[in-house]
């Protein structure tokens, strides 16, 4: 099956061209064999196709790739949401009112749920989405949220370390023990990433390392929560040990800035957090300009960000980070892809996945122009349309 969409007035390639992070084309089109792009190029030269979609003169990006994401939970957490906005103060221990209701609900109620969320994001552009467990905290229900996410993405991670859960107060060190033992030998089947939450309130620099360490020791990859409530040493942690990413980064000093932007790691930026909890935004002209490589994600979860909208976190980052509209976009698909450690992924060449994205302007700046506004026409994953 060969599909040509042609007429493209503005295409996001991410395939960079000089000073341009989007590798923006104009007047092109794009054609897909089976599950890939096969030929980019003047919609004037276009090959035949059996199926061909008329652009009509507007924009075509990459399918966005949500690198953060907690999307397998019971219940919700609308009351603290509303407490919160009228003066409560965040605090990483609401996790725990999730852990509850998730360990209550059925495998099917939470695929449910799950399979929910996945249809609302791909109707928004998301066509690669990073999972993560976090929200049972015992052997048996992190084995069964790895193992769940695990039907609908590869992107799958193991946060067992997300918080000490409450049967555990005061006793970490023993909750690493079963973290990095017997839950991540249930869990390591299902996951390719372990992640921790290093922070005051959830686990210290010494327990984070334990975390990470027996996960890279299972053939897991690094990836880390940290800086989000106050600085710490989890920057440092998570470039010393290569983790693809460092999530949140809201408090970071100028060392953590400078290690990032000599090293691989991806800081992953998560606006939907900072506009939910009223916390100060990271600037993110900072970290650009000191060469730090940028990933935009929306932290789905029900506690600090129940946003599923990539479009919503581009328009905020635009207007409360200091990045560019073109800065936003890369970040949210091509960073995104640095994130997860996928180059087929993120950008539209000959090769790479067709997850494409049709929207109803005539620009990509209208995500951030326009925000709350549905501009997603059509959206492709792997070629295959969805409305
Ligand atoms: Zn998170």
């Known amino acids: 099956m060969r599909i040509l969409i042609t007429n493209i007035g503005e295409l996001t390639t991410n395939v960079a061209e000089g000073d341009d992070v989007c590798g923006t084309l104009h007047d092109v089109a794009v054609l897909v064999e089976g599950e890939r792009?096969?030929?980019?190029?003047?919609a004037a030269d276009a090959p035949d196709a059996d199926e061909i979609v008329d652009a009509a003169g507007r924009a075509v990006i990459p399918g966005f790739v949500d690198s953060h994401s907690h999307l397998v939970f019971g219940g919700d957490r609308a009351a603290e949401f509303e407490a919160r906005m009228q003066g409560q103060k965040y605090a990483a221990g609401g996790i725990r009112s999730t852990v509850?209701?998730?360990?209550?609900?059925?495998?099917?109620?939470?695929?449910?749920?799950?399979?929910?969320?996945?249809?609302?994001?791909?109707?928004?552009?998301?066509?690669?989405v990073e999972i993560k467990s976090g929200y049972g905290l015992d052997v048996a229900t992190e084995e069964r949220l790895v193992r769940l996410a695990a039907e609908v993405t590869p992107e799958v991670?193991?946060?067992?370390?997300?918080?000490?859960?409450?049967?555990?107060?005061?006793?970490?060190d023993e909750y690493v023990d079963l973290v990095t033992g017997e839950m991540l030998d249930a869990c390591a089947p299902h996951a390719k990433w372990i992640d921790v939450f290093c922070e005051?309130?959830?686990?210290?620099?010494p327990q984070s390392r334990r975390v990470l360490e027996a996960g890279i020791a299972r053939g897991l990859q690094p990836r880390v929560h940290a800086s989000q409530l106050g600085p710490g040493e989890g920057v440092q942690l998570a470039v010393e040990l290569g983790a693809a990413s460092i999530d949140h980064g809201t408090y970071l000093t100028d060392d953590d800035v400078t290690a990032l932007a000599a090293s691989d790691t991806v800081l992953t930026l998560l606006p939907g957090v900072e506009f939910s909890t009223r916390q100060p935004y990271p600037?993110?002209?900072?970290?650009?300009?000191?060469?730090?490589?940028?990933?935009?994600?929306?932290d789905t979860n029900p506690g600090s960000s129940f946003t599923s909208s990539m479009p919503f976190c581009i328009a905020v980052a635009v207007r409360d980070m200091r990045m560019t509209v073109a800065e936003a976009i890369h970040a949210a698909t091509a960073g995104g892809a640095a994130a997860l450690r996928r180059d087929d992924i993120g950008r539209i060449a000959p090769g790479m996945r067709a997850d494409l994205v049709l929207l109803k302007s005539p620009s990509r700046v209208h995500l951030a122009y326009r925000p709350g506004v549905p501009l997603v026409e059509t959206v492709?994953?792997?070629?295959?349309?969805?409305?």
Do not use: N, S
């Open 100 to 128: 509850a209701a998730t360990r209550a609900a059925t495998d099917d109620e939470l695929r449910a749920r799950l399979r929910g969320f996945l249809d609302e994001m791909l109707a928004q552009g998301t066509t690669t």
């Open 283 to 298: 600037d993110a002209r900072r970290l650009i300009d000191a060469g730090v490589t940028v990933a935009i994600a929306c």
């Open 380 to 387: 492709w994953k792997d070629g295959v349309r969805f409305a």
């Open 200 to 205: 005051t309130g959830a686990f210290t620099v």
């Open 37 to 42: 792009v096969a030929w980019v190029g003047p």
């Open 157 to 172: 991670t193991f946060l067992g370390a997300h918080v000490v859960p409450a049967e555990y107060a005061d006793r970490g």
